[in-house]
């Protein structure tokens, strides 16, 4: 089946730095992939689409330039959290999908970074 | 995007079958019914879609109303390994939209031994 890896799975940093984190899908090609943040004992709220060759599409009160999305490639997303702080601290998780021609496809999720900021 | 209703949590007890309901009574012609479920700590998985008919895999079984407005997600043996949070989810599939899946509360599974 498809799968995407999320890197790192967790990481903990002091207030200020700026964290990356990628999503690859590894069998299969991803035009569409998704960022997802998740606080404790709540739902996944969508932040950002990504469509490969260009700019992402934010939702609603997610900041753009604190939250940098690159999907260069048909296999890699990134998100860049710049200058993160302890309100940044979350569960952040990445989807990808084959496209807007499928969109009876399932999507296919990564296992999840979880993000500390001292 | 049209919204689902679940119970915020149920009970099982173990290899019983289980019944997830979900009411979608704003549902348009062109929404598929997507089932997640997250385990804890882990990215969702899918479960399974439909669209009108009835729906089987190795994982569940989808039963959609004739009327569409709900749908229910049966395991037909639950295991301790079920224990998740279920999403239900409505995906419009016009081209228009880009496949991005809203979720809402879903409901809390727990299995019993």
């Known amino acids: 089946g498809a799968v995407v890896s999320q890197h790192p799975s967790w990481v903990i940093c002091k207030s200020g730095t700026s964290v990356k984190i990628e999503c690859r899908s590894l069998?299969?090609?991803?035009?569409?992939m998704f960022w997802y943040r998740q606080f404790p004992k709540q739902s996944l709220m969508l932040m950002a689409t990504?469509?490969?060759?260009?700019?992402?599409?934010?939702e609603q009160g997610v900041e753009k330039d604190k939250f940098l999305i690159n999907h260069a490639s048909l296999t890699l997303s990134t998100l860049t959290v710049t200058s993160a702080h302890p309100e940044d601290s979350s569960f952040y998780i990445c989807?990808?999908?084959?496209?807007?021609?499928?969109?009876?496809?399932?999507?296919?999720f990564g296992d999840g970074t979880r993000l500390s900021i001292l | 995007d049209a919204k689902t209703t679940q119970p915020n949590s149920m009970e099982s007890n173990e290899e019983e079958p289980v019944h997830l309901p979900c009411n979608h009574s704003?549902?348009?012609?062109?929404?598929?019914i997507h089932w997640y479920r997250q385990l804890p700590s882990q990215g969702p998985e899918y479960v399974i879609h439909?669209?009108?008919s009835n729906v089987n895999n190795r994982m569940a079984s989808l039963a959609i109303a004739e009327d569409r407005k709900s749908s229910t997600l049966i395991l037909h043996r639950a295991t301790l390994r079920d224990a998740a949070v279920y999403y239900c989810?409505?995906?419009?599939?016009?081209?228009?939209?880009?496949?991005?899946?809203?979720f809402g509360q879903g409901t809390t599974l727990q299995v019993k031994p």
């Open positions: 439909g669209l009108t």
């Open positions: 990504s469509n490969e060759g260009s700019k992402a599409t934010y």
């Open positions: 069998d299969f090609q991803a035009t569409t």
């Open positions: 989807s990808a999908g084959t496209g807007a021609g499928i969109l009876n496809q399932p999507q296919h």
């Open positions: 704003t549902i348009s012609g062109t929404d598929y």
């Open positions: 989810i409505l995906r419009d599939v016009r081209s228009s939209n880009t496949g991005k899946l809203i």
